[in-house]
Structure formats: C-alpha cells, structure tokens
C-alpha cells in the first residue's frame, strides 16, 4: 500500500474535523486536528515515514491521539470514525444547510428529519409541503427556504456581460467630445476629410513686431 501523502493526510485531518464539530465534539479537540492538519501540510519532510518510524509526536501539535489517527490513517488508508461520521452526518446535507442559508447542523437536522440526503429531494419535500413536519419549520421559515432554493436554482449573469452593458450604457452618453487630431511628423496635425486646406505657402515670412507688412524671401 502506497504512503499516503502529506496533503492526502491533511485533507483527511480537516474532514475529520469538520465533521466532529457537527457532530457536538469537544471545541479543543477539533482546534486541535486542525491544527494537526496545518502542521502536516507544511511539514517538508513525509510524515506518513516519521507515522511509521514511531516518531510523528516530534512534530509540532500531535499528541497520542492525534498520532494514533495518523498510525490508523497510514496502514489503512482511512480513520475509521471518520467514515462512519462521513455515513451519519452526510456530507451533503452540510453543503445544503449552507446552501439555504440555515448553517450546515441545521441542513443536517433537516434532512435526518425529512429522510433526504440531496437538493433534489429537498425541493420534492418542498413542492410537497412536507417542511412544516420538520420540528421549528413553520410558516415563515418555511417561505425563506423556498425563496433560498428559488434563488439557488436561479442562474446567476456572468460578470463579462454585465461589464459590456455599462460600457454600452457609457458610450451611449449625449455628451461629445471634440475628437482630438492624430500627430504626424514634425508635431502638425492632419485634418479630417471633407476639410479645407489653404493653399501651401512659397518661401518663409519674416515679420517685424513694429510692422504690419510682411515680406518674402
């Protein structure tokens, strides 16, 4: 069996805390694994080989029980009790309650109590008029959590359109401006079709500041 590696081993610390925290377990124990958790995805050495060298206690964080997760998680590619939590608590039914808005013990609560495990069957329990048998649903709180589930099923704009409409929007302005005149060489300015052009002048002027007449050369 491949060593699982420090990133696998994290994931599953996390999960496993999650799932505690639903579960009503002690808050310093679920501080705990997920301190473990970024410990381990830190950590550059493997720690699946210090598990199995009996030293993973020399890192940071994990104590006996932590270590004996690690061992459980190394030689069989799983924890237990996480596995049973994943079967009780749904995973599901947490992106649900969250989902509605109700956090992810709610979402639990409900879905046990509805006998449902997905969004479609919550919507089927919904259409139905079966949330109210949920114990604390009533009228009011079952109206939001049809809202919720309307706006969830709703698609959402893509920001890309929404940034073409204000720029149509813009250009539609009745304010013009005056259309600047692109620069050729010599720093002079080319002038628009249709305009007109005086005649090219022979020569250079010299204009004395105390005359009025000019004279060509």
């Known amino acids: 069996m491949a060593a699982p590696g420090n990133a696998a081993l994290a994931d599953r610390l996390e999960s496993f805390a999650a799932l505690l925290e639903l579960a009503d377990a002690q808050h310093h124990a679920v501080r705990a694994y997920r301190r473990a958790a970024e410990v381990i995805r830190s950590t550059p050495a493997p720690v699946a080989e210090l598990v199995r060298a009996g030293r993973a206690r020399e890192l940071r964080g994990i104590g006996p029980g932590i270590e004996g997760r690690l061992r459980e998680l190394v030689e069989t590619g799983d924890i237990q009790e996480l596995v049973v939590l994943e079967r009780e608590l749904a995973p599901e039914l947490i992106g649900l ?7 992810a013990k709610r979402g639990v609560e ?25 114990p604390g649903i009533g009228p009011q709180t079952e109206r939001k959590l049809v809202e919720a589930l309307r706006a969830a099923d709703r698609p959402r704009p893509q920001r890309g359109l929404l940034l073409n409409r204000a720029g149509r929007s813009r250009r539609r302005s009745p304010t013009r401006s005056v259309p600047r005149l692109p620069a050729t060489r010599g720093g002079s300015r ?3 079709s249709g305009s007109r052009l005086s005649p090219p002048r022979t020569g250079r002027s010299r204009c004395s500041t ?3 007449a000019c004279r060509r050369s």
């Open 110 to 134: 409900v879905g046990r109590a509805l006998g449902i495990s997905t969004l479609d069957e919550f919507r089927d329990a919904a259409e139905e008029g079966r949330l109210q048998a949920v």
């Open 97 to 103: 309650g969250r989902l509605l808005g109700i956090g």
């Open 190 to 192: 080319t002038r628009p």
């Open 210 to 212: 105390s005359s009025s």
